[in-house]
């Protein structure tokens, strides 16, 4: 069975930093991109950019680029998003999702929610 | 960037009516790459078709999904009380964009 399992939810403060996690199991994690996507409160979905396990060949959004740094590890199945300096608007839930050969996105992580508030 | 345009924003209906949901591209969406999604309160999204009339594994076969080029339509055929929910449509044919999505409420 194929899960993503993302990290619990963070509090911050603005100008922190955080580095959030989602964990692929149940298939071969480096044949295959991981996507973040945005949801603000109360809010649509955003793409925010994509890696690819195999090789970390990693795409932004223009809305995200220089903003937010995707990586990941395939030796652990692990994909991560960070950010070096937290503002109140990247309050937030995080999904993470496994980004089918076409481009749909297959299967989704549970969330995590970043809350950064002073 | 092509932009997804989801009508009407809300669609209030009754249990065993059908549901018609659409989306519309700024430009054509290559090879029909669009996708549907359906996201209830707490959840993570969930893909219910994808290349614009597929359903995925373990989706009802009252969700279908029509279109191609720039109008798009996700049919629900009668509706159960589970239904009811956010959807979302995805293109993936150049980059990625989600329409702003249409809340279907019981009426």
């Known amino acids: 069975e194929v899960q993503l399992v993302q990290s619990g939810a963070e509090v911050k403060k603005p100008g922190e930093s955080l580095k959030i996690s989602c964990k692929g199991s149940?298939?071969?994690?480096?044949?295959?991109?991981i996507a973040w996507v945005r949801q603000m409160p109360g809010k649509g979905l955003e793409w925010m950019g994509i890696?690819?396990?195999?090789?970390?060949?990693?795409r932004y959004s223009p809305s995200f680029r220089g903003q937010v740094t995707i990586s990941a590890d395939k030796s652990i199945s692990t994909a991560y998003l960070q950010w070096s300096s937290l503002k109140a608007s990247d309050t937030a839930m995080y999904y993470c999702?496994?980004?089918?050969?076409?481009?749909?996105?297959?299967?989704w992580g549970q969330g995590t929610l970043v809350t950064v508030s002073s | 960037e092509i932009v997804l345009t989801q009508s009407p924003a809300t669609l209030s209906l009754s249990p065993g009516e059908r549901a018609t949901l659409s989306c519309g591209a700024s430009?054509?969406?290559?090879?029909?790459?669009l996708a549907w999604y359906q996201q209830k309160p707490g959840l993570a999204p969930r893909l219910l078709i994808y290349?614009?009339?597929s359903r995925a594994t373990g989706i009802p076969d009252r969700f279908s999904g029509s279109g191609s080029g720039t109008d798009f339509t996700l049919t629900i055929s009668r509706l159960e009380p589970e239904d009811f929910a956010v959807y979302y449509c995805q293109q993936y044919g150049s980059s990625y964009t989600f329409g702003q999505g249409t809340k279907l409420e019981l009426k």
């Open positions: 999702a496994r980004h089918d050969t076409r481009g749909y996105f297959d299967y």
């Open positions: 890696i690819f396990a195999g090789d970390s060949d990693t």
């Open positions: 290349d614009a009339s």
């Open positions: 430009q054509s969406v290559s090879s029909s790459y």
């Open positions: 149940g298939y071969i994690f480096s044949f295959y991109w």
